[in-house]
């Protein structure tokens, strides 16, 4: 596996406003995704992230909300744009490693944002 | 789509009891299986992962069976401990997408 740092830890901001989250792993790899959990509730991908490429977002979520870098193979950011109380959740991000035979996907602590 | 079921929560148990959370899924193909951990205040720790028919994961005293007939993978321990308490979340990854598909989670507490 890996160490994956994010920062912030947490935050709490203000409507309106835009928190860009950072993942850093270790080791250099090539597919980042980024996830959101709400409080109470299990994990939806917001995206892929893939070094070289636009990120590739799932149903809902759209790019001038959540716009993601990946400049390189270690590092990746997600901004929260145009912040409102419904975007406070946990941000996740995951690195994908071959563990055995199996790519298997590992993830950062997370990132506590409440929107107030 | 693919989908993950989980045994809803949460679930309460003593100390040294027997622990099975229910995971049962729906999927194209034959996915990979696994079982993350989320420790309160943390972020998601793999716990086991299962790759193909009858293969048995297991981890600090946990262990899930992928049984492709019943399209399950329950998690059990056979005495758990407090530290035990947290989230436990099933998911798959299937054929060629990477991507997760996570159930909703079992809040598990474990009392002294």
């Known amino acids: 596996s890996a160490v994956i740092s994010q920062k912030p830890s947490r935050d709490i901001c203000q409507r309106g406003t835009s928190l860009t989250i950072q993942c850093q792993v270790d080791s250099q790899v090539t597919m980042m995704f980024w996830y959101r959990q709400q409080p109470g509730q299990s994990l939806t991908l917001i995206a892929t992230a893939n070094q070289g490429s636009e990120a590739t977002y799932e149903s809902g979520f759209v790019i001038d909300k959540f716009p993601i870098s990946r400049p390189n193979l270690t590092f990746s950011t997600l901004t929260v744009s145009n912040m409102s109380p419904e975007d406070s959740s946990i941000y996740l991000c995951s690195v994908e490693f071959l563990a055995g035979d199996q790519e298997t996907q590992y993830f950062g602590p997370g990132t506590r944002l409440l929107v107030l | 789509g693919d989908s993950v079921t989980q045994m809803e929560g949460p679930v309460t148990l003593s100390e040294e009891a027997f622990l099975t959370i229910n995971c049962t899924y729906t999927a194209t193909g034959y996915p990979s299986l696994f079982w993350y951990v989320q420790y309160p205040g943390e972020g998601l720790q793999l716990l086991l992962k299962a790759t193909k028919a009858d293969d048995k994961g297991s981890n600090k005293g946990f262990e899930a069976t992928y049984r492709k007939e019943t399209t399950s993978f329950h998690l059990e321990k056979g005495s758990v401990q407090v530290s035990d308490s947290a989230v436990y979340f099933c998911?798959?990854?299937?054929?060629?997408?990477?991507?997760?598909?996570f159930g909703s989670g079992t809040q598990l507490t474990v009392l002294p």
């Open positions: 998911a798959l990854a299937s054929g060629s997408a990477r991507q997760l598909t």
